[in-house]
């Protein structure tokens, strides 16, 4: 209750900063008030297409970061058994890591489709984030307790249920935290430079092209919440552990 106190006076104090600056400023043009803004969000939310539009993006990006999630904890794991799918990995997730997201956007805007790449981009992001848990996690297992467990003959099952995913499962969890909110931006940040139909992305890149800048910050305040209930509902461990705290 603390932290959320806390956290809605934060927003609360950069609401207030955003209404000073926009009454000093006096153009909407160049920044309009919160409550316009505000007004923007309810006028578009009375509207069927702006639903089928949240829909279609948060369906496709989301679709792409699960993706990366599982393609990420495979990864971990046949790098963490195989040193050669480690050496022949490592190049390419440098790569990944390194290489502007522009660049992956452009290339896989020429080779694929353009309602693709959005998740395509969110699941490169997330993958080595997650394959870094993950090898983490396979790494901080206590080989001991490993070996006492082939003493006692404990089925393999058995073994990956009590000892394995135990120890991995927070390296896991803190990896999805940070990679998850990072996937959306990028899938969004897609989506505006290869304009899908029924996209945000399209909308934030209309809105830009025709000066609309409520409407911009209509649409990008709709970005943040859902990313913000995106992390939310993919990161379930998150509220246990600050309702422990």
């Known amino acids: 209750m603390k932290q959320t106190l806390k956290a809605l006076g934060a927003g609360l104090f950069w609401v207030l900063v ?80 390194a290489a502007p997201v522009a660049s992956f956007i452009i290339l896989l805007l020429i080779w694929i489709g353009r309602d693709i790449v959005p998740g395509v981009i969110g699941a490169l992001i997330v993958i080595p984030v997650v394959y870094s848990g993950v090898r983490s996690g396979l790494e901080s297992v206590d080989g001991d307790i490993l070996e006492m467990a082939a003493a006692y003959e404990l089925s393999f099952s058995t073994r990956v249920r009590n000892i394995v995913i135990p120890s991995v499962k927070p390296y896991f969890l803190s990896s999805i935290r940070a990679s998850v909110g990072i996937g959306w931006k990028a899938g969004i940040a897609a989506e505006v430079l290869t304009v899908p139909v029924l996209s945000i992305g399209k909308m934030i890149y209309e809105s830009k092209l025709y000066l609309e800048t409520t409407d911009l910050f209509a649409w990008t305040l709709c970005t943040v919440l859902l990313s913000l209930i995106i992390e939310g509902l993919m990161t379930p461990g998150k509220k246990k552990e600050a309702g422990h705290e």
């Open 18 to 97: 955003w209404y000073l600056l926009a009454a000093a400023v006096n153009k909407p043009l160049l920044l309009p008030m919160p409550g316009a803004v505000l007004a923007r969000v309810l006028e578009l939310a009375a509207e069927a297409s702006f639903w089928r539009i949240l829909l279609v993006s948060v369906f496709r990006v989301s679709l792409g970061i699960l993706g990366g999630l599982l393609l990420g904890v495979i990864l971990g794991c046949l790098c963490h058994v195989s040193d050669l799918v480690r050496t022949l990995a490592a190049p390419l997730l440098t790569i990944i890591k």
